[in-house]
């Protein structure tokens, strides 16, 4: 079992940067693919990121070149650093670990979800 809690949402202007976190319990957070997926008001939940075991990276097209994921295993924490944002990031994030094999850009391919934090971006 793994619990996921995410933190570092808030109210931010466009154009400007938050840096989200994930911290993940249990001792084999190294063997979870870990990824970011977001729900904007009335639409269904995205796909924003990923990050593999081996590190590799995946992102949807509209955060490509302004969000940055990666992972501290020592500290059992993923991040999101988002930069650039726009009024049309504004969602709730979450975070989820994937410990089966998976296209990673799919929500059925991942095992466990924290509860999410909201971020807003005002124009």
């Known amino acids: 079992q793994v619990q996921l809690v995410e933190s570092g949402g808030g109210l931010v202007q466009a154009g400007g940067s938050l840096r989200l976190s994930c911290a993940a319990s249990?001792?084999?957070?190294?063997?979870?693919?870990m990824g970011w997926f977001r729900r904007a008001p009335g639409k269904e939940r995205e796909f924003v990121a990923a990050?593999?075991?081996?590190?590799?990276?995946y992102y949807a097209d509209s955060v490509k070149g302004r969000f940055t994921i990666s992972r501290d295993n020592a500290k059992n924490t993923v991040y999101l650093q988002m930069n650039s944002l726009r009024p049309e990031d504004t969602a709730t994030y979450y975070c989820?670990?994937?410990?089966?094999?998976?296209?990673?850009?799919?929500?059925?391919?991942?095992?466990?979800w924290g509860q999410g934090t909201q971020v807003t971006v005002s124009s």
């Open positions: 989820a670990a994937a410990g089966r094999r998976g296209l990673l850009l799919l929500e059925g391919s991942y095992d466990y």
């Open positions: 249990g001792r084999t957070f190294d063997t979870y693919n």
């Open positions: 990050i593999s075991r081996s590190r590799g990276t």
